[in-house]
């Protein structure tokens, strides 16, 4: 067979190494900072592949028990390498994964929490791919470095606290978007968190209500002021969470807000956040409040053109398997997010799971399957592209 005319396609028994290896990872618990247990086991895989391991120091920044995971597969002398990437955790459980296979080839959780899928089907595909490549009797088409993450649901940190600078990959694959496989994310948005503080003065709500200051009426004043939602095509914001008070019969002397600013448009996303800041500010001196608002950047945004090279890769992958590429923005964050901020070129690419962060996440044997199969046409032709 051609290797430059055909690209490689999972065997039966990788598929179904694949889907068992799947199975084993979601049944490891590791919410994000509590990692260790699912490093060490795709660290096994990995060496049991031959491959050497780099854990590194990130633990001190992220607060993870365990550091990011680096492994490499060498490709031809003068070729490139390229960068295969997922992350570890996930969010928070509220119940044991106890996987299942429904008649319909759906893998789930038969327990009322998150599957785990973000982002275990990603990491298992990426350990399929270094098992094929590693079992080849030639040496594969490209270099490949795989990167496996801590805390990415924690605003990306274990990204964030990687040395790019390490990477020896000319551009990189994230497969971290719970959407159909063949969606490729082009544009992702500038995440603001805004945190607002507010501080009135406590009376008795009954006796004296005129001697007090409510701290949590102010923010109700300026959550009323703003619009939340979609704003616009590329731009939402939200309130998430209020905390205040201490008794019904007691003017509140303190509230605590928390909101978010997300823009494709980084502008729009700080000016977004500037008018939430504006609005918190104001219902504060209205009230005779005072108000300490933190505003944090948590990532970057970024727009990829359509005619670069990890666009083109992916798109012929996807050709290959009988999928149309779909470019599209989206709302979410990713470890690419973090890579392009510092100039490393990196494509989200969507993993086929379903429902992410939710008790009825779940995703097909077909998606895994064909996700393998994309993962290694990428491979294939990163090396021609």
């Given at each position: 067979m051609d290797a430059v005319t055909h690209p490689p396609r999972a065997s039966a028994h990788e598929r179904e190494q694949l889907v068992s290896d799947f199975v084993r990872l979601c049944e490891i618990e590791s919410p994000s900072r509590r990692e260790r247990a699912m490093a060490d086991a795709v660290t096994a895989d990995l060496r049991a592949l031959g491959l050497e391991v780099q854990e590194d120091?990130?633990?001190?920044?992220?607060?993870?028990?365990?550091?990011?995971?680096?492994?490499?597969?060498?490709?031809?002398?003068?070729?490139?390498?390229?960068?295969?990437?997922?992350?570890?955790?996930?969010?928070?459980?509220?119940?044991?994964?106890?996987?299942?296979?429904t008649d319909e080839g759906v893998l789930q959780n038969r327990n009322e929490a998150i599957l785990g899928a973000d982002n275990k089907a990603a990491v298992a595909v990426i350990l399929a791919v270094a098992r094929h490549l590693t079992a080849l009797d030639r040496t594969p088409p490209v270099g490949v470095e795989i990167l496996f993450t801590m805390c990415e649901e924690l605003?990306?940190?274990?990204?964030?606290?990687?040395?790019?600078?390490?990477?020896?990959?000319?551009?990189?694959?994230?497969?971290?978007?719970?959407?159909?496989?063949?969606?490729?994310?082009?544009a992702a948005p500038t995440y603001y968190s805004i945190e607002a503080r507010f501080h009135g003065k406590a009376a008795h709500a009954g006796l004296a209500p005129e001697d007090g200051h409510n701290a949590i009426e102010a923010a109700a004043a300026a959550v009323a002021s703003l619009r939340f939602g979609r704003l616009d095509d590329i731009t939402t914001s939200n309130v998430g969470r209020i905390i205040g008070g201490t008794a019904s019969n007691v003017v509140a002397e303190r509230c605590r807000v928390e909101c978010e600013a997300r823009s494709i448009d980084h502008d729009r996303a700080a000016a977004t956040a500037r008018d939430i800041v504006?609005?918190?500010?104001?219902?504060?001196?209205?009230?005779?409040?005072?108000?300490?608002?933190?505003?944090?950047?948590?990532?970057r945004g970024f727009k990829i053109a359509k005619s670069s090279t990890a666009v083109g890769v992916a798109s012929r992958a996807l050709e290959d398997a009988e999928i149309e590429p779909r470019p599209i923005s989206?709302?979410?964050?990713?470890?690419?997010?973090?890579?392009?901020?510092?100039?490393?070129?990196?494509l989200n690419v969507a993993n086929g799971t379903v429902a992410a962060h939710q008790p009825d996440e779940r995703v097909s044997v077909d998606a895994l399957e064909t996700m393998l199969d994309v993962a290694l046409g990428i491979v294939h032709h990163s090396a021609t592209t």
């Amino acid at each position: 067979m051609d290797a430059v005319t055909h690209p490689p396609r999972a065997s039966a028994h990788e598929r179904e190494q694949l889907v068992s290896d799947f199975v084993r990872l979601c049944e490891i618990e590791s919410p994000s900072r509590r990692e260790r247990a699912m490093a060490d086991a795709v660290t096994a895989d990995l060496r049991a592949l031959g491959l050497e391991v780099q854990e590194d120091r990130s633990m001190g920044e992220t607060g993870s028990d365990a550091g990011n995971l680096l492994a490499r597969i060498p490709g031809p002398p003068d070729g490139r390498t390229i960068l295969l990437c997922a992350h570890l955790d996930t969010v928070p459980l509220d119940a044991p994964v106890e996987v299942e296979r429904t008649d319909e080839g759906v893998l789930q959780n038969r327990n009322e929490a998150i599957l785990g899928a973000d982002n275990k089907a990603a990491v298992a595909v990426i350990l399929a791919v270094a098992r094929h490549l590693t079992a080849l009797d030639r040496t594969p088409p490209v270099g490949v470095e795989i990167l496996f993450t801590m805390c990415e649901e924690l605003a990306l940190a274990g990204a964030k606290a990687f040395e790019v600078g390490a990477l020896q990959s000319e551009f990189g694959f994230v497969f971290d978007h719970a959407s159909p496989i063949g969606e490729l994310i082009v544009a992702a948005p500038t995440y603001y968190s805004i945190e607002a503080r507010f501080h009135g003065k406590a009376a008795h709500a009954g006796l004296a209500p005129e001697d007090g200051h409510n701290a949590i009426e102010a923010a109700a004043a300026a959550v009323a002021s703003l619009r939340f939602g979609r704003l616009d095509d590329i731009t939402t914001s939200n309130v998430g969470r209020i905390i205040g008070g201490t008794a019904s019969n007691v003017v509140a002397e303190r509230c605590r807000v928390e909101c978010e600013a997300r823009s494709i448009d980084h502008d729009r996303a700080a000016a977004t956040a500037r008018d939430i800041v504006d609005a918190m500010t104001q219902a504060a001196a209205d009230r005779a409040c005072d108000v300490e608002i933190d505003v944090e950047e948590l990532f970057r945004g970024f727009k990829i053109a359509k005619s670069s090279t990890a666009v083109g890769v992916a798109s012929r992958a996807l050709e290959d398997a009988e999928i149309e590429p779909r470019p599209i923005s989206t709302g979410g964050g990713s470890d690419a997010n973090s890579f392009i901020a510092r100039g490393f070129e990196c494509l989200n690419v969507a993993n086929g799971t379903v429902a992410a962060h939710q008790p009825d996440e779940r995703v097909s044997v077909d998606a895994l399957e064909t996700m393998l199969d994309v993962a290694l046409g990428i491979v294939h032709h990163s090396a021609t592209t």
